[in-house]
């Protein structure tokens, strides 16, 4: 077995152990960088030289003392996650040159214990999509089967995990941009309670739904990553105060007794049929596994998709007007600051953004913000309270990660409406806060992976972590690697 | 939508849209924008908005001095600077 192939758990142990070097483990994910990524498309930037650097300093850290978890460890991040002296593009043409001056909080956690950057991944242009098919530098591929997507936004975080081009990654989650992909790559995604990892350096998509999380090959691992990023951070007054439990120690616990809701609407006419077989028999699965299955309504999911596009875009409109060519980024020249303004703009994003923008302006605009904006913050309210009441009976809520097993690409990029539908089974839990995780439950006959998504009350990541370890452990599906080839 | 009502958004976002572009967005914007008339189906005149989901309110912090970024570290990012500050057009003066 090469280093590249070991998850973070793993590389720990033969860190501490001595029995490799971070230099080595380095060296084969960029080998195995070098190998397979000039076809498949996961990374945008690959640190090489930097990231041995980070390997040396990380091996001297060790001789010294130091054994964080993550010290050595080489990690990917998402290309919207600003990294102070690497270039970040959020795989768009308008941050094509830009290099951040400051760290991400959740970056800069990592880097407190040591880790080591190999490079910043693919993605939908400012993290809109469900594919990366709307990435300036180009699609990723699914690592299942190179002719369908990936998924999205994450798709190249998803991608590098699956593919072993790092040994675990971090992504951003708006809609289900970690657990989608995480789901169509057969690999594990969590989105962590909103405001339990800081956003400060998240380049902003919609600010009141925006989380980043852990995307790697086993649930112990996001549970390790969870525990590195997370807690309160003074550059991000949404961040929570919360103290952040040992993630780590609900890793093995028993889930005997564990009520797990099944809701109604979650198992729609129009569901793929092999994503429903395979996740009916995960339920049966945790039920022998002394899980108390529960029948519940939420009822307003039907709703979640046309909500979160009114919310999502307004709140995209807003924060994108930041690039406007004149403090960092590039520019075209026009006639005068307002032709400037738009010629920057139109030059500078790609389709799906300029739709959101428009969009989202269109429901913000007069006389449209009742009818759309406030009307879609309202549903918001009751989206939030089916999950509250959901929580009053059960402990923890399941259904597929995506009603779909992976599309191919280029089957949805013309129609909008239809790539929106695509998140509606994660989506939900943005707009009502709680954590949520994604972790393998099967292969369609064609081979292509399935994800069961945990949903859990906020603040509780450790009943999902739990819940769904015991799964994979009894279920053993993420054992199974793709091939890929160069 | 229409094509005016298109051009009027576009100028609000500061874009600048193709033809082609307008024809497109219209149609796809105005579908979703039918698909979202489902929202009007459930009676909200009793619910509350929610903008954020934690609930909380204003977070203070004392109002200390802190150290701030390099100028040159910010304005490497320019497009273009001059004289230690970011270089625009003219804005006013103009006919």
Redesign the interface.
């Known amino acids: 077995m090469k280093p590249y192939e070991k998850n973070i758990s793993e590389c720990r142990d033969m860190l501490r152990s001595g029995e490799v070097s971070s230099v080595e483990i380095t060296k084969s994910v960029l080998e195995r960088i070098a190998e397979v990524d000039g076809r498949l498309n996961a990374f945008i930037t690959v640190n090489g030289e930097a990231a041995l650097a980070q390997a040396e300093a990380a091996d001297r850290r060790r001789a010294g003392g130091e054994s964080a978890p993550l010290l050595g460890i080489p990690l990917a991040i998402k290309d919207n996650l600003c990294t102070q002296g690497v270039r970040t593009t959020c795989a768009s043409k308008i941050l094509d040159?830009?290099?951040p001056?400051?760290e991400s909080t959740a970056t800069a956690l990592l880097a407190k214990q040591g880790y080591v950057l190999v490079g910043k991944t693919n993605m939908d242009e400012f993290a809109m999509g469900s594919s990366t098919e709307n990435s300036a530098f180009g699609p990723s591929k699914n690592p299942w089967n190179t002719e369908c997507a990936p998924g999205g936004s994450s798709g190249g975080s998803a991608f590098a995990v699956a593919a072993d081009e790092c040994i675990a990654a971090l992504g951003s989650d708006t809609g289900g941009s970690i657990r989608q992909p995480a789901a169509f790559c057969g690999v594990v995604g969590m989105k962590p309670t909103?405001?339990r990892v800081s956003r400060y350096g998240l380049v902003a998509f919609a600010s009141?739904l925006d989380q980043i999380g852990p995307i790697t090959k086993t649930v112990k691992d996001a549970a390790i990553l969870l525990s590195a990023i997370a807690g309160p951070d003074?550059h991000d007054?949404?961040c929570?105060a919360n103290p952040v439990a040992d993630y780590e120690a609900a890793i093995g616990r028993e889930i005997k007794g564990l009520k797990i809701g099944i809701p109604r609407q979650y198992f729609i006419e129009g569901m793929d049929a092999e994503v429903e077989g395979s996740v009916k028999s995960a339920i049966a699965q945790l039920e022998s596994l002394g899980a108390v299955p529960v029948e519940i309504e939420m009822p307003?999911t039907?709703?979640a998709?046309?909500?979160y596009?009114?919310i999502a875009t307004s709140e995209a409109?807003s924060n994108l007007?930041r690039f406007?060519?004149?403090?960092?980024?590039?520019?075209v020249?026009?006639d005068?600051?307002?032709?400037?303004?738009?010629?920057t703009?139109?030059a500078g994003?790609g389709?799906e953004v300029?739709?959101r923008?428009?969009?989202g302006?269109?429901a913000l605009?007069s006389g449209y913000y009742d009818a759309?904006y406030?009307?879609?913050?309202?549903?918001?309210?009751?989206i939030?309270q089916d999950f509250d009441m959901a929580f009053k009976q059960v402990d923890v809520v399941v259904c597929p990660t995506s009603p779909m097993p992976p599309f191919r690409i280029g089957d949805k990029i013309d129609d909008?409406?239809q790539m929106?539908l695509a998140d509606i089974f994660t989506i939900a839990l943005n707009?009502?806060?709680g954590p949520g995780i994604s972790v393998p439950c099967g292969f369609t006959s064609s081979g292509l992976p399935v994800g069961l998504q945990l949903m859990g009350r906020?603040f509780d990541e450790e009943t999902l972590f739990s819940a769904a370890h015991a799964y994979e452990q009894s279920a053993g599906w993420t054992s199974r690697k793709p091939e890929v080839a160069a | 939508m229409d094509i005016n009502e298109i051009q009027h958004i576009a100028l609000l976002a500061r874009l600048d849209l193709r033809e082609d572009e307008m024809e497109r967005f219209a149609s796809q914007i105005g579908n979703i924008l039918s698909y979202a008339e489902k929202l009007n189906t459930i009676c909200t005149d009793e619910v509350e908005p929610t903008a954020h989901v934690l609930g909380m309110r204003n977070v203070f912090r004392d109002d200390d001095e802190a150290g701030s970024f390099a100028r040159e570290a910010i304005l490497a990012n320019a497009p273009e600077a001059s004289s230690g500050c970011f270089r625009v057009p003219k804005i006013i003066g103009q006919d």
Do not use: E, W
Not at chain 1, 324 to 331: F, H, I, L, T, W
Not at chain 1, 336 to 343: A, N
């Open positions: 040159n830009f290099i001056p400051y909103y405001g009141s003074s007054s949404t929570a307003h039907d709703y998709v046309a909500t596009y009114l409109s007007a406007d060519g004149v403090r960092y980024g590039a520019r020249k026009g005068d600051l307002i032709d400037m303004y738009r010629k703009r139109s994003f389709a300029k739709r923008i428009m969009l302006t269109y605009s759309y406030l009307k879609a913050q309202k549903v918001r309210t009751l939030k909008p409406l929106y707009l009502a806060g906020p």
